[in-house]
């Protein structure tokens, strides 16, 4: 029983201090961060104030909070449609060439984002490869002007969140009880009733999910629109990183990450909801 | 849904996700180095890769940080998953909720709050911190990976084990450890993932004493990237798939 009594203490204090160290506190220190005041010497300072919370009144936050929204949200929406087929594909495929197809999409990764991102501008410029194959080809006779667009930000959000809706969803319709449909057959609906009456309801815990974690972090990739929208169209991540890397104003972008935090909070909430409706825990604790 | 529609629309996705790779790989054989179009073929960004250190660095630095985040978050993520699913204990739901915040929270949120505590505790940016915030923001992963294959199995087995004899060691070694080993397996190649995937985090925890692939390329991106990261990315990938399938062989083959 000894061994037994030193195992638990020691997992639980590793555990419990790891996660106070690294994650309870750096949220606190975020939050105490955004009540101070601006400090060009030590980034912060006393004494406390709610005045940094006055960015949510400032023209460059507000742009870059309805960017967020409008890029984020048309990113979910379209990794939604695309993912969706796919992730009922992969749940419906042989159970032998599941693993194989699950890694084949989380091969890319390995490949850091950014240089992914680097590799659309080939695609996308104007003078690149899509232009070059389409002219060729006489599909078209004017290049399309996608670079440096919220098209191509669009594509590169799509590009690097695309496996976070397909994961969530794949994991909610590949432990669906398969008996339900062949129920719904047997009482005579058709594939296209069964799948809005029984599939698509009992998805909706990993369409929450997938969607939170595709439009949470899309308002946080600073680097696509650096690097496809030419810097124009500003995310929450931009804004946050230059009041942190150039702009030394540590409180306001504090503030930021709170509000973003704020946010976090809503979905979660959303989330919540459709797991209760559908009584089922959901994908993040099965 | 069609099964024809469904499995054209399955290549689709793939063709979109490994498009911009394969673009990657080619072009690290162009001999041009700006255009677009087909020059010719050539080995010279490789050799000129090899005495780019800087740039060699990086990638190594890269690995290395995938590696060690991805094992100890490993570690520790099944340390949990086995407190939470055989413990009773206080500030579960805490612990619960902790791991699930990181989960979903913004990587940028994530960023600026460890920059903060590094600065509050001391850290520089660098190896530790990096290597820190990597195992953070993997763990909670592995913890959920490993945690649901624990909930489906049978609790009686760990009685029987206790009953027959077994000590603890025994028990995880031989019982709990065999059941676990997919989703062991899984955990670290998600958070080895995740890792090598990471330019948020990385860009504001590290610095130039310690230079990661993400904040390289980064730098180079204004003034047009070299074919030579090209280069570099196509023996990453390359490196990667050997590794991690000789790691699966190996691993059947022990079974």
Redesign the interface.
């Known amino acids: 029983m000894k061994e037994r009594n030193f195992f638990r203490l020691f997992s639980l204090s590793l555990i419990s201090s790891w996660l106070l160290f690294f994650a309870l506190a750096p949220f606190l220190f975020i939050v105490v961060t955004s009540l101070l005041t601006r400090d060009i010497n030590n980034f912060v300072s006393i004494p406390f104030t709610f005045a940094n919370y006055s960015i949510v009144l400032e023209h460059a936050f507000q742009q870059a909070f309805l960017n967020s929204m409008y890029l984020g949200g048309g990113a979910t929406i379209l990794c939604l449609l695309v993912a969706y087929p796919f992730a009922y594909f992969l749940a419906n495929v042989k159970e032998k060439y599941r693993g194989i197809l699950l890694l084949l999409v989380i091969i890319p990764f390995w490949t850091n984002s950014l240089i992914r991102t680097y590799a659309l501008v080939f695609i996308l410029k104007t003078k690149g490869l899509l232009n070059n194959t389409l002219l060729a080809l006489g599909l078209i006779n004017e290049p399309f002007e996608i670079y440096y667009t919220e098209v191509a930000i669009f594509i590169g959000l799509v590009y690097t969140l695309l496996p976070f809706m397909v994961l969530p969803l794949y994991s909610t319709l590949s432990k669906m009880d398969k008996t339900l449909l062949e129920a719904a057959n047997d009482l005579g609906a058709n594939k296209f009733r069964s799948f809005f009456h029984i599939t698509l309801p009992l998805s909706v815990p990993g369409i929450v999910a997938g969607c939170s974690m595709v439009f949470l972090p899309a308002l946080g990739m600073f680097y696509v629109p650096d690097i496809l929208g030419g810097g124009r169209e500003l995310l929450l991540g931009n804004y946050v990183k230059s009041q942190f890397l150039n702009a030394q104003n540590w409180p306001e972008g504090a503030a930021t990450g709170v509000f973003m935090t704020a946010i976090m909070g809503l979905l979660f909430l959303l989330y919540k909801f459709s797991t209760r409706k559908t009584e089922s825990k959901g994908v993040f604790y099965e | 849904?069609s099964n024809i529609?469904?499995?054209i629309?399955?290549i689709g996705?793939?063709i979109?996700?490994?498009?911009?790779?394969v673009?990657?790989i080619l072009?690290s054989f162009n001999i041009s180095k700006f255009a677009?179009?087909w020059k010719g073929f050539t080995w010279k960004w490789y050799e000129k890769l090899l005495s780019n250190t800087g740039l060699i660095d990086a990638a190594i630095n890269?690995l290395v940080i995938a590696f060690l985040s991805a094992t100890a978050a490993v570690i520790?993520g099944t340390?949990?998953a086995?407190?939470l699913q055989q413990?009773r204990?206080r500030?579960k739901q805490v612990?619960?909720s902790?791991?699930?915040?990181?989960?979903?929270?913004?990587?940028?949120?994530?960023a600026?709050?460890?920059?903060?505590?590094f600065?509050?505790l001391g850290i520089s940016q660098g190896f530790i911190a990096l290597l820190?915030?990597h195992?953070?923001f993997c763990?909670p992963f592995v913890a959920?990976t490993v945690?649901?294959r624990l909930?489906g199995f049978n609790k009686y087995i760990l009685d029987a084990a206790n009953d027959l004899g077994a000590?603890?060691?025994q028990t995880f070694r031989y019982v709990v450890f065999p059941m676990i080993k997919p989703a062991v397996f899984a955990g670290w190649?998600?958070s080895?993932?995740?890792s090598?995937?990471?330019?948020?985090i990385s860009s504001?925890v590290t610095g130039p004493g310690y230079e990661v692939?993400?904040l390289k390329?980064?730098s180079m991106?204004k003034l047009g990237?070299s074919p030579e990261?090209n280069a570099l990315?196509a023996i990453?990938?390359v490196v990667?798939?050997v590794i991690v399938f000789t790691a699966q062989l190996l691993l059947k083959e022990k079974r």
Request: with cysteine; charged share 5%.
């Open positions: 849904m529609f469904q499995k629309w399955a996705v793939y979109f996700l490994y498009l911009p790779l673009v990657l072009f677009v179009s890269t520790l340390l949990t086995l407190c413990y204990f500030g612990v619960k902790l791991l699930f915040v990181v989960m979903i929270a913004p990587d940028i949120v994530l600026i709050s460890f920059v903060v505590l600065i509050f820190i915030a195992i953070t763990f959920v945690l649901s909930d000590s603890s060691w190649l998600l080895f993932t995740l090598m995937d990471d330019v948020i504001f692939l993400p390329v980064f991106v990237v990261v990315s990453m990938v990667t798939i």
